[in-house]
């Protein structure tokens, strides 16, 4: 009888509020989607690596003007994720190679040349990637900025619901 009795005070204490505020009940708490980019809202990154890595706001993170630095020395903390990341990471030296064409199909002539999965002459992107995108907590601005959200980069065909990487030229 008596949890009987508390039950009902509580409805009556939630119907009270709601006449309170004046409004129709609130919507139950879950039950708005989560803003997914791609998923649930409009995605500010269609074509993935090329729409966010431009020379912009946060100065210029095009792929190719990395890459042309790379070529006399690679960062030591990106140094250490590549080898981290790597089949053989006695391979990994600190430089990338030039590579003159690479900037009209990012990150699809990567992975082709040497990035691709199971590759041992290079750190395969899937982890590479990743590893360079998803830790450091706070301190990475893909997972401040980016909310380190996958939909940035993978995208979800929505009719068949299969994932694809797009690619394509910097701008
Ligand atoms: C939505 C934006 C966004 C997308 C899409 C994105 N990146 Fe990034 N990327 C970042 C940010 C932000 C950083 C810097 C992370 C940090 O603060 O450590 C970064 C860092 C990097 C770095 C390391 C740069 C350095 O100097 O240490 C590489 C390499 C890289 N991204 C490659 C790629 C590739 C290849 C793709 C596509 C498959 C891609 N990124 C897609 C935002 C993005
Ligand atoms: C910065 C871009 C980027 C982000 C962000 C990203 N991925 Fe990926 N992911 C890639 C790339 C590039 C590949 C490799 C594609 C290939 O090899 O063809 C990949 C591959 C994968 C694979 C396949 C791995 C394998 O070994 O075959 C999985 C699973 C995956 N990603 C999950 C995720 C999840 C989950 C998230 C979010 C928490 C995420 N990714 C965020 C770029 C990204």
Same mark, same amino acid.
């Given at each position: 009888?008596?949890?009987? @009795?508390?039950?009902?005070?509580l409805?009556? /204490?939630?119907?009270l509020a ?8 609130a ?15 409009? %995605? ?6 090329v %729409?966010?890595h431009?020379n912009?706001?946060?100065? %210029?993170?095009?792929? $190719?003007?990395l890459?042309?630095a790379?070529t006399t020395?690679?960062?030591?903390a990106l140094?250490?994720?590549?080898r981290? *990341?790597?089949? @053989? ?8 190679p030039?590579?003159?064409?690479? /900037? $009209? ?13 199971? $590759? ?13 995108h998803?830790?450091?907590? $706070?301190a990475?601005?893909f997972?401040? %900025? ?9 995208k979800l065909?929505a009719?068949?619901?299969?994932w694809k990487?797009? *690619?394509g030229?910097?701008k």
């Amino acid at each position: 009888m008596v949890g009987h @009795a508390h039950k009902l005070m509580l409805i009556c /204490a939630a119907v009270l509020a709601t006449a309170a505020a004046g409004q129709a009940p609130a919507a139950p708490q879950g039950a708005v989607a989560r803003k997914i980019p791609g998923i649930t809202v409009k %995605d500010a990154y269609p074509n993935g690596c090329v %729409d966010c890595h431009v020379n912009g706001k946060a100065g %210029d993170t095009r792929l $190719s003007t990395l890459m042309t630095a790379w070529t006399t020395a690679v960062p030591a903390a990106l140094v250490e994720k590549a080898r981290a *990341s790597s089949a @053989a990471p006695s391979k990994i030296k600190g430089k990338h190679p030039a590579v003159p064409k690479v /900037a $009209s199909n990012i990150p699809q002539m990567c992975l082709n040349a040497c990035h691709k999965k199971g $590759s041992t002459i290079a750190p395969p992107f899937a982890q590479l990637l990743h590893t360079i995108h998803l830790t450091g907590g $706070s301190a990475n601005r893909f997972l401040t %900025d980016g909310q380190g959200e996958c939909t940035h980069c993978h995208k979800l065909d929505a009719k068949t619901g299969a994932w694809k990487m797009p *690619s394509g030229a910097e701008k």
